[in-house]
């Protein structure tokens, strides 16, 4: 059975230190650097998400696990560098959180979520001007994935006012950005494709967040749909003794519709 959370956390500090040992830990851990691990973290954050959007529960405190385990790693590299500690980075977390809740912790009255959404974001605001980034969109980091951070541009933007007045205005933005695009395909110029063709996902994003959806959860549940009709089709045809790479597109259609026939009945 597990210790209390202290003791299991200070042995996963040991477990780092001991991996991260010049003389004695794992080769590969020794070598390892922030921008090394980086990619895992992002990874690992992903994994955490996916093990909650498949509601598996039993998978979800290992998938938290290797996360915290990123977040200790990143610690022991930077308090051998002498920068900074585990210690601090869960005082820097706690402090923020009875920061940006005085409602919780006794220093301003109880609000309701829509007073609290407000309160929060002066809070951030007032964070990033003491830390001397100016202008609406400052502190949006450039390495979210695409989606994500296009969403959080246009919400930051729409707190200001710059904004489409509602889904209407967003579609008719649409159907001029898809416009644009067919506009483009005579030359096939590269680079200007890629410009609308940004321009057109970057509206598809403002869409979702108009109609009170996460872009980037559309995306994933478009592409798990995909992957699982795509499976079908190839079952349909595994069927016949055959590879989707020896069947027409036609043939392929067809079983596509009938997978999703199926999936409707």
């Known amino acids: 059975m597990p210790e209390s ?15 991260r040992d010049p003389e004695t830990g794992c080769p590969w851990d020794r070598v390892q650097t922030f921008e090394t691990i980086a990619p895992y973290t992002i990874e690992e954050a992903y994994e955490v998400a996916d093990a909650i959007a498949n509601n598996d529960f039993s998978a979800l405190p290992d998938e938290l696990g290797d996360l915290l385990f990123q977040v200790v790693y990143h610690s022991r590299m930077a308090e ?15 402090d923020k ?7 919780v912790f006794g220093i301003t ?38 989606l994500t951070r296009a969403e959080k541009l246009a919400k930051r933007a729409a707190r200001v006012g710059f904004d489409w007045p509602d889904v209407g205005a967003v579609l008719d933005k649409l159907d001029e950005e898809i416009a644009e695009v067919r506009a483009e ?39 798990h749909k995909f992957a699982r009709r795509f499976g079908g089709v ?8 055959r590879l989707p790479a020896e069947a027409s597109l036609a043939d392929m259609e067809a079983a596509w519709q009938a997978v999703k026939a199926r999936e409707r009945a």
């Not at 809070?123 to 969109?137: D, H, P, S, V």
């Not at 590269?190 to 995306?219: H, Q, S, T, Y």
């Open 234 to 241: 190839e079952a349909a045809l595994a069927a016949e003794g």
């Open 80 to 94: 051998e560098a002498g920068k900074f500690a585990f210690s601090d980075v869960a005082a820097a977390i706690a």
């Open 5 to 19: 959370p202290e003791a299991e956390l200070r042995r996963l500090l040991n477990v780092m230190a001991a991996l």
């Open 109 to 146: 009255a109880a609000r309701d979520a829509a007073a609290q959404t407000l309160a929060w974001e002066e809070q951030k605001r007032a964070e990033r001007a003491a830390r001397a980034e100016t202008g609406t969109l400052a502190g949006i980091p450039l390495a979210l994935p695409a």
């Open 97 to 103: 959180m009875v920061r940006r809740h005085p409602h």
């Open 185 to 223: 395909l005579p030359g096939a110029d590269p680079a200007r494709l890629a410009d609308e063709v940004g321009d057109l996902l970057f509206v598809v994003v403002n869409l979702a967040r108009k109609l009170k959806l996460d872009p980037e959860a559309c995306l994933r549940a478009a592409n």
